[in-house]
């Protein structure tokens, strides 16, 4: 019989289904090497299998409901975080209009005072939703449509990660759960929190990034995974700190299942394949680390330079919020805030699908033939059973040996943990090795598909499966849209600080704030129709006039101004609090020094030779920034720079970057030499 015939008959559809080679994609010489090629060989390997694969257009069509509510006019207001998502937002533009293009200090913060929140929180979901705003959309629909790109995406890249362990089928019912547990629903349309539905989108990724570096170590498995934690850190700074422990638990877990029991007894030898195995998950944790550098090092460094118990103290405080048991399965549904008890307002239940295909995944997990991936579902399995337990109140003893336990704030924050990993072991239900998900998987690896994917144990049709997660989700896609109330909006500078007044949120003070505000002499001006041009607190200035200030030039991270006395040991204070980062610079007045400004010459033309760096120094009770001036006519500038550990964490970042494109380059040359 000629090889023809008894060829495999997969291997011509897997073969049609291939993204194309190199010598197909440019007719130069393969031996040479073109950056444009380069670019359109690496977008064709990720986007021409998606484009081939119906399911992955079938969970993006199925996944289209759950961004129903974002379409109609209007918005959830009264959603927890849902102010927070849109001032956050606002805040972050206007330092962007200032041409600070990347943001640390929030000017409009307590009461106009300002705090450095975009230092320690993470900006991804900010520059996403910018990029909308900057394209034309207003504030407020520019957050809905980041909100409707997050649950969608989110589904897209957990049927990725699936497909690449089980099949596309089995990567169809895990997206379909995953953006339909009842979690991420509450995420998106009760809590309103931006970054955490962000998130959803990279733990996927982060997941796939790591199993791929740990079973078939390569170097673009480990560029992509590096970004895909990079691009975590970047959006939920909690989100990264919740999973960071959890990817370490799981890389050792199949690390330490792939070493044979002979080789425990060659205690060198062991330690020596057990190392090397360890180099590539370790090099995607320092390589993610490092291109979030720019973000985590400041924010962990200086997180000790702001009021945290403001964060961790009061309703925020760790130890009342846990879920009862019963809770995790209760259909309730609701809008209100999380209260001590097990009468929250709000759901917190699993939801039926999952928590049935959980159960059932019990049953096929320990019969799929795929070592590796088997492993990785006990260990999903065991994860959602064990963060399951750390809500529930019982847990309260192992909380206190948790690092974590006060920032995680609320022990039903957990559950953003549960939702990926009970989605996975769900997508099991309907694993097949029939050789209809294996072209999908050749498409992504060179080894043998039947190494990856398990022997066929479907206990229900998917179709009937894709309609019960809808189904048993369905009550629950509903937003309270409504217009907003005085203290809320619209979105403007005075709305912000009644919002802040009514809510005592976004009222974040540094760790030299001894008092915190109630409201403001800068948000009365607002109020009363006026706009904040300066923050110079005037009221403490000399009666006698013996001091004149005069502010030039203001935005959110700098003022300049004129200045001017002839006495001795004068000061000029700010309505800022300080934090690092302040500096102030005393500038030589080049005009006529008759204490007043010569319009004719004009206030910038005077500006002369830097004379002198003040130390400034703080007022006791609220903080805020004091700068002695000299004697004599000169001008004053504050500005808001990065220290030290600021620029260490660019430069970290900018490297890392450097490295990762040296590195992509890298690889398609030596792809380029093999053709």
């Given at each position: ?5 008894t060829?495999d008959?997969?291997d ?6 291939r ?37 992955l ?6 996944s ?6 974002l ?7 009264g959603?927890h975080d849902?102010?927070?998502?849109v001032y956050f ?40 939703g ?6 034309g ?10 909100f ?7 589904g ?22 995953y ?37 078939r170590p ?19 700074n ?12 799981y ?9 044979r029991?002979?080789e ?5 030898l ?11 998950p ?16 400041p924010?962990f ?16 405080a ?10 995790l399965?209760?259909?309730?549904w ?12 709000a759901?917190?239940?699993i ?5 049935v ?6 049953l096929?997990v320990p019969?799929?033939?795929a ?7 006990y ?14 109140p019982v847990s309260?003893?192992?909380?206190k ?16 943990v549960v939702?990926?990993f009970?989605?996975v ?6 694993a097949k090795?029939?050789?209809?998900w294996?072209t ?5 690896s ?5 190494l ?6 479907s206990l ?8 019960l997660?809808?189904?048993?989700s369905?009550?629950?896609l ?12 619209p ?5 912000l600080?009644?919002f ?6 976004m ?15 800068l ?10 041009t ?19 030039t203001?935005?959110?991270v ?5 200045v001017?006395?002839q ?7 700010f309505?800022?609090p ?6 102030a610079?005393?500038y ?5 020094h ?13 500006v ?5 760096r ?11 920034m ?19 550990i ?6 970290i ?5 450097l ?7 890298f ?8 053709h």
């Amino acid at each position: 019989m000629s090889n023809k015939a008894t060829a495999d008959p997969f291997d011509r559809l897997r073969a049609s289904r291939r993204p194309p080679t190199a010598e197909q994609l440019s007719p130069r010489p393969a031996s040479t090497f073109y950056p444009l090629s380069s670019i359109h060989y690496l977008l064709s390997t990720i986007f021409y299998p998606l484009s081939s694969d119906s399911y992955l257009w079938l969970t993006l069509l199925l996944s289209l409901p759950v961004i129903g509510p974002l379409l109609q006019p209007g918005y959830f207001w009264g959603a927890h975080d849902a102010r927070h998502s849109v001032y956050f937002l606002y805040q972050f533009d206007k330092a962007i209009q200032d041409g600070v293009w990347y943001p640390r200090w929030a000017p409009d913060f307590a009461f106009g005072h300002g705090y450095p929140f975009f230092n320690i929180y993470g900006p991804l979901s900010s520059y996403l939703g910018e990029i909308f705003h900057l394209a034309g959309l207003d504030i407020v629909n520019s957050v809905k449509v980041v909100f409707g790109l997050s649950a969608l995406l989110s589904g897209l890249t957990m049927f990725l990660f699936v497909r690449r362990l089980l099949g596309s089928a089995p990567g169809l019912i895990a997206a379909l759960t995953y953006v339909y547990i009842p979690y991420h629903l509450f995420d998106l349309y009760v809590r309103a929190a931006l970054a955490e539905s962000v998130g959803f989108v990279f733990v996927p990724l982060v997941l796939w990034g790591f199993y791929e570096a740990v079973t078939r170590p390569r170097l673009t498995a480990v560029l992509w995974a590096a970004m895909a934690y990079a691009g975590l850190m970047f959006t939920s700074n909690l989100l990264a700190l919740l999973f960071t422990p959890i990817l370490g638990l799981y890389v050792a877990f199949i690390l330490l299942g792939n070493q044979r029991i002979s080789e425990w007894r060659m205690a060198n030898l062991h330690a020596l394949r057990l190392l090397a195995a360890s180099l590539p998950p370790a090099l995607v944790l320092l390589l993610g680390l490092g291109l979030s550098a720019v973000f985590w090092l400041p924010a962990f460094l200086e997180y000790r330079y702001v009021r945290v118990d403001q964060w961790v103290g009061g309703r925020f405080a760790f130890g009342d919020d846990f879920v009862d048991f019963f809770q995790l399965f209760s259909p309730r549904w609701g809008f209100g805030a999380s209260i001590p008890g097990p009468d929250d307002e709000a759901g917190f239940q699993i939801g039926l699908a999952a928590t049935v295909l959980f159960i059932l995944s019990f049953l096929i997990v320990p019969k799929l033939t795929a070592l590796q991936v088997r492993r990785s579902l006990y260990f999903f399995q065991f994860m959602t059973l064990l963060v399951l337990f750390l809500t529930i109140p019982v847990s309260y003893p192992v909380w206190k040996f948790l690092p974590l336990s006060t920032f995680a704030q609320f022990p039903w924050r957990l559950l953003v943990v549960v939702a990926p990993f009970i989605s996975v072991a769900a997508g099991a239900i309907v694993a097949k090795n029939n050789g209809q998900w294996s072209t999908v998987n050749n498409q992504l690896s060179t080894s043998d598909s039947c190494l990856l994917l398990p022997t066929s144990y479907s206990l229900l049709p998917t179709p009937l499966l894709c309609a019960l997660i809808l189904l048993s989700s369905y009550p629950y896609l509903q937003a309270q849209v409504r217009d907003p109330a005085p203290t809320e909006g619209p979105v403007s500078q005075a709305a912000l600080f009644r919002f802040q007044q009514s809510s005592d949120e976004m009222t974040g003070q540094t760790a030299w704030v001894q008092r915190i505000p109630a409201w403001s002499a800068l948000a009365e001006q607002v109020e009363r129709g006026g706009e904040i041009t300066s923050k110079v607190n005037y009221t403490v200035l000399p009666a006698d006039d013996s001091v004149g200030v005069y502010s030039m030039t203001m935005d959110s991270v700098h003022e300049l101004l004129w200045v001017g006395t002839q006495k001795e040991k004068q000061t000029v204070t700010f309505l800022i609090p300080y934090y690092p980062g302040w500096q102030a610079y005393i500038y030589e007045d080049l005009g006529p020094h008759d204490g007043n400004l010569d319009e004719e010459v004009g206030p910038v033309t005077r500006v002369g030779p830097l004379v002198d760096r003040p130390s400034i120094r703080t007022t006791p009770i609220e903080g805020w920034m004091v700068v002695p001036i000299p004697k004599g006519s000169h001008f004053l500038e504050i500005r808001f720079e990065d220290t030290p550990i600021r620029v260490i964490g660019r430069w970290i970042s900018f490297v890392s970057v450097l490295g990762v494109v040296g590195l992509f380059v890298f690889d398609r040359l030596v792809i380029t030499r093999k053709h």
